[in-house]
């Protein structure tokens, strides 16, 4: 896979697809690199499986999942090369920076073999991930992620068969739990942990610029009631158990109650999935509406580094459809860049997407408000509340560092070993980056990226310094890839040279 291609696109999720799907239209050379077996990304998981071969659990899944099984397909058939299987654990640019013409580096792993692969464009189209539930008790045998319960009804039809509880915030919440109820899962309760806020009212007229979808989610609260899932206000949410989950407690209405139940789903919203893009230096900003690091990106989805683009939740959550609309304007902003289509011509072609966009981001900003997290969730004071799975570390030991002198979240690293983990940082960063914000000012000295005041600039204590490689790699691995690298850059130039002459 030593090649180079003109345009390289990393996710094949619904924004992923739709880019290559309009690239290909204007006759670009397109590569989709893709960690999962089969396109789809997070939302349309396994669609075409689930679609042609289990209608039961499509049912269950509802239509607008089945609808993503057409994207599929208009991807499938569209031309692009597709390389499933295919984790990409770096996009570099210290080659470009130095060399103008020089090609985006992608560094990917294919059958257990690290490989490079060369492109004049990138857009990384990775999705989102779920925000950590810093809850207590939330490391108990018997609590995952709600999206986690999601994608296990997706890939492999697996429901739930012990009495579950859903709990925390967002639109997903009530989606996942009408999924559950709809496959047959004893679902006993959903718990909404976002406090109420008397400001709703003011951002209704936001939520008429998509009145389809404000019906959507009042037909899944119905749906639940008819179910008999009760759906309540929760506060001081805990997680009790021995060995296992067996009760969550929360106050309701001033009231202490308590719910005996053997899974517990947690669900706190979901944040864009940066670390490729943290790790090639880009520019990121703290979004204070979403509470959460995104990159810096014009209306095309162009970054602070030329050339690379970003498109769906990666660049802004704003769900499934925006994400086309946002593939579909990346790949047209790519064409022109690549030189093969005309300002004017991309113009007129990205004007309905431009439109569909205006109303996801006007009806997106209903949704931050309703189903802000609280800030329990987003500055957790608990001290025993465990903030990095992978090291085992506390709010009480980031409290520690920071009464010490601790400057920020990459220098609490190397006192604590939090975000040093498998995970890298992706499920607690947001959250020590919370604490440091609340208990003290970081000032300047702890930027990202290339302008390295974009954190501060909002008032944020910073993101980890993401580096590659983004993914696991052997040494062996990384040491194979010196005479690799040597051969890609001689096979780009070659084919670039061609392609000129042509």
């Known amino acids: ?58 049912r269950a899944l509802g239509e607008d999942y089945v609808a993503g099984a057409a994207l599929a397909r208009a991807f499938r058939e569209c031309g692009a090369r597709y390389s499933p299987r295919t984790p990409v654990w770096e996009v570099g640019t210290v080659a470009r920076r130095a060399d103008g013409t020089a090609p985006f580096e992608l560094g990917v792993l294919r059958d257990g073999i690290a490989r490079m692969v060369y492109a004049r464009c990138v857009i990384v189209a990775t999705g989102a991930r779920e925000r950590a539930a810093p809850v207590p008790g939330a490391l108990l045998p018997g609590v995952m992620g709600a999206g986690g319960a999601q994608s296990l009804l997706k890939s492999s039809g697996l429901v739930p068969d012990v009495p579950a509880v859903i709990a925390g915030s967002g639109p997903l919440v009530y989606l996942i739990a009408c999924q559950l109820v709809r496959a047959g899962a004893p679902v006993r309760a959903v718990l909404l942990t976002m406090p109420p806020d008397r400001r709703v009212a003011a951002a209704l007229p936001q939520a008429f610029a998509m009145p389809g979808e404000l019906r959507k989610g009042i037909a899944w609260r119905c749906a639940l009631a008819s179910r008999g899932v009760k759906v309540m206000r929760a506060d001081g949410l805990a997680i009790e158990g021995g060995e296992r989950v ?105 004007i309905p997407h431009r439109a569909s966009l205006k109303r996801r981001r006007c009806f997106q900003a209903f949704l931050d408000r309703v189903f802000e997290p609280g800030p329990a969730v987003l500055r957790p004071s608990d001290p025993t509340v465990t903030v990095c799975r992978c090291e085992e570390v506390t709010v009480a030991e980031i409290e520690h560092v920071i009464a010490s002198g601790c400057p920020g ?91 000129s002459s042509a």
């Open 246 to 350: 067996e009760a969550v407690r929360f106050t309701h209405r001033g009231r202490e109650r308590s719910i005996d139940t053997s899974l517990v789903l947690l669900h706190e919203g979901v944040v864009p999935n940066a670390h490729l893009t943290l790790a090639a230096q880009l520019d990121h900003v703290r979004d204070d509406r979403q509470h959460g690091f995104r990159p810096v990106a014009d209306d095309w989805g162009e970054t602070s580094e030329r050339g690379v683009l970003v498109a769906g939740d990666c660049a802004r959550i704003l769900g499934a459809r925006a994400a086309v609309d946002s593939g579909r304007l990346a790949a047209l902003e790519a064409a022109y860049r690549l030189g093969r289509i005309e300002a004017r011509r991309r113009d007129a072609l990205a």
């Open 409 to 499: 979240p990459n220098q609490a690293k190397a006192f604590t070993r939090c975000g040093m983990g498998p995970c890298q940082g992706r499920m607690c960063a947001t959250v020590v980056s919370g604490i440091f914000a609340e208990r003290r000012d970081i000032g300047a000295e702890d930027g990202i990226g290339a302008g390295a005041t974009t954190g501060a600039a909002t008032g944020a204590a910073g993101h980890y310094r993401i580096r590659p490689p983004v993914k696991p790699l052997t040494v062996g691995e990384l040491a194979a890839l010196e005479d690799a690298r040597a051969s890609g850059r001689r096979s780009h130039r070659t084919t670039c040279a061609k392609r």
């Open 1 to 58: 896979m030593n090649e180079a291609f003109e345009l390289a696109i990393v996710g094949a999720g619904p924004a992923g697809m739709s880019a290559a799907i309009v690239a290909r239209e204007q006759g670009i050379d397109v590569l989709v690199l893709d960690e999962q077996a089969a396109p789809g990304g997070q939302i349309y998981r396994n669609v075409e499986t689930v679609t042609a071969e289990r209608p039961n659990a499509a």
